[in-house]
């Protein structure tokens, strides 16, 4: 909403200030294209610091801060910051719905696998195997 409102202000900040001013004005599709070019850049960088908070808070980090860092390191910088440095996606346990780590093989609740593992030698499998690839343990009568 914010990148909306930037956008519709600049346009009638041109329209209704800076165009009604000028003694020669310029061609009419110069009048109409300059504002919408000049509008666009405040929106898309209102809409990537919305994007940003929104975003650091789906990863559970700092919302507040790296919308700060976002919006007061100059040129751009901010962003490739926060793109390089930030976490993961956090996932919800498909048995508790708790919220975990990408990268965890269990769930630190209910320890439910992520990874489904062959009982006898460790190796992976996938949910409908029935044997396991690496031993050959019948995966039926191991559960």
């Given at each position: 909403m914010l990148a909306v409102g930037v956008f519709a202000g600049v346009q009638l900040l041109f329209h209704g200030f800076v165009w009604l001013r000028e003694t020669n004005p310029p061609p009419v599709a110069l009048q109409l294209l300059f504002p919408l070019f000049i509008g666009l850049i405040p929106a898309l960088l209102?809409?990537?610091?919305?994007?940003?908070?929104?975003?650091?808070?789906?990863?559970?980090?700092?919302?507040?801060?790296w919308t700060v860092i976002v919006i007061f390191v100059p040129n751009a910088i901010g962003f490739i910051l926060y793109f390089l440095f930030r976490n993961p996606m956090q996932a919800a346990c498909p048995a508790c719905g708790s919220v975990v780590e990408p990268r965890a093989n269990y769930c630190p609740r209910c320890r439910y696998s992520f990874h489904p593992t062959c009982p006898?030698?460790?190796g992976p499998v996938r949910p409908g195997d029935a044997?396991?690839?690496?031993?050959?343990?019948?995966?039926?009568?191991a559960a």
């Open positions: 209102a809409l990537l610091i919305g994007y940003v908070n929104r975003d650091a808070g789906r990863r559970g980090m700092s919302r507040t801060l006898h030698c460790k044997f396991c690839a690496n031993c050959g343990t019948d995966l039926g009568q």
